[in-house]
């Protein structure tokens, strides 16, 4: 009988020490699946790339005052004392037309008009009679309205006379070119003798004062382009680099044609009108966000991702691959920000949300 109570008794104690055995046995696992899930990463930011590149212009170095000199009317060109190549001075006179038919018309005007204002001048006193005669009721009225009349239609014409005298006066003027500035004579397109017609041009003029480069942009480059900006200006055939500024950007221009840039140069020093140039302007100066490259996980797929490490535990972000600057790459993804930091070591048996362990 205690035999047998003695065998209960140990097959009970077995029973116990197998259950708790039994009972301690997941636990185990779990914590080993916890230690399993807390792997060793190293991260590094996300970090912030200007990208840029520099594109040339070529040009020609011209004056900001530039003119192309015509007549406003039309003669015989009787004179044009200057040069290519010659300085002249602002009201220097540069061409002169035969003002022979202008001088007259000037003159017969003025005789119309003096004629006219002698009229006047007698209508004036016989208005001031009549006006007397019939103050003391030796006139009608009908008489002092016809002698008013007939002097205010007198002092009408006058005014269309001296009119016409002043415009005969402005067109005899004419007849003379000016310079309209300081500045080179570069061509002359007509000598004395030849006809001139309105518009045609006569004399062409460039500034002493400062210069100027003209280039010709695409419509793409106009965004990155604002006036004010600083541009370096290169003279290949002379050897030597100076810097300008962005004076005018066109904003419109034909279909499929290119848009007008002007930039002003800033160091005149050895630099002269019709000097090659060439303009370096810097564009797409777009900031990208960019991350290591061993830090892309699946970047041949339809799907590129990296992982990030937010609150001690792993998070995947879906994101679009970009230009390749040397050992990083560029992104672009909504839920990635500046400064975060991606897994790019012992991320390759992640999953999203196991927590892990930074180095």
């Not at 708790?20 to 991260?43: G, L, S």
């Not at 003209?214 to 382009?225: F, G, H, K, N, P």
């Not at 680099?241 to 005018?248: D, E, F, K, N």
């Not at 790019?344 to 892990?356: E, K, N, Q």
Request: charged content about 25%; glycine content about 6%.
């Amino acid at each position: 009988m205690i035999k047998r109570n003695v065998s209960a008794t140990c097959v009970g104690i077995a029973i116990l020490t197998t259950a708790v055995v039994m009972a301690a046995w997941p636990e185990r696992n779990h914590d080993d699946q916890a230690t399993r899930r807390q792997p060793a990463v190293r991260t590094e930011a996300v970090e912030e790339h200007a990208r840029g590149r520099s594109v040339r212009y070529s040009g020609v170095t011209q004056s900001s005052s530039r003119a192309v000199l015509s007549f406003a009317i039309s003669a015989r060109l009787e004179s044009c004392p200057a040069d290519v190549g010659e300085s002249v001075r602002k009201g220097e006179v540069i061409a002169t037309l035969d003002p022979n038919q202008y001088r007259l018309a000037l003159q017969i005007t003025q005789a119309s008009l003096a004629e006219l204002e002698a009229r006047l001048a007698q209508a004036q006193r016989d208005e001031e009679r009549v006006r007397r005669l019939a103050e003391a009721r030796a006139a009608t009225d009908e008489e002092l309205e016809k002698t008013m009349a007939a002097t205010r239609a007198l002092a009408a014409a006058q005014s269309l006379l001296t009119a016409r005298r002043d415009d005969a006066r402005r067109v005899l003027g004419e007849t003379v070119l000016r310079a309209p500035f300081d500045g080179t004579v570069t061509a002359v397109h007509r000598q004395p003798g030849e006809w001139a017609a309105p518009g045609v041009p006569i004399v062409e003029l460039v500034g002493f004062d400062d210069l100027e480069l003209e280039i010709e942009v695409a419509e793409m480059i106009l965004a990155d382009l604002e006036v004010g900006q600083v541009v370096r200006v290169d003279l290949p055939l002379s050897q030597r680099t100076t810097t300008g500024r962005i004076a005018s950007v066109s904003g419109s221009s034909g279909p499929g044609r290119l848009f007008p840039v002007v930039i002003a140069v800033e160091d005149k020093s050895r630099i002269g009108a019709g000097m090659a140039a060439e303009a370096i302007l810097h564009v797409d100066r777009e900031t990208k966000k960019t991350v290591p490259l061993e830090s892309i996980l699946n970047p041949g797929s339809s799907t590129p991702m990296v992982i990030c490490v937010r609150d001690g535990r792993a998070e995947q972000v879906t994101v679009t691959l970009g230009q390749v600057y040397g050992d990083r790459i560029a992104v672009s993804s909504p839920d990635l920000a500046l400064g975060d930091a991606v897994i790019v070591a012992g991320h390759t048996s992640l999953t999203d949300g196991d927590t892990v362990e930074v180095f």
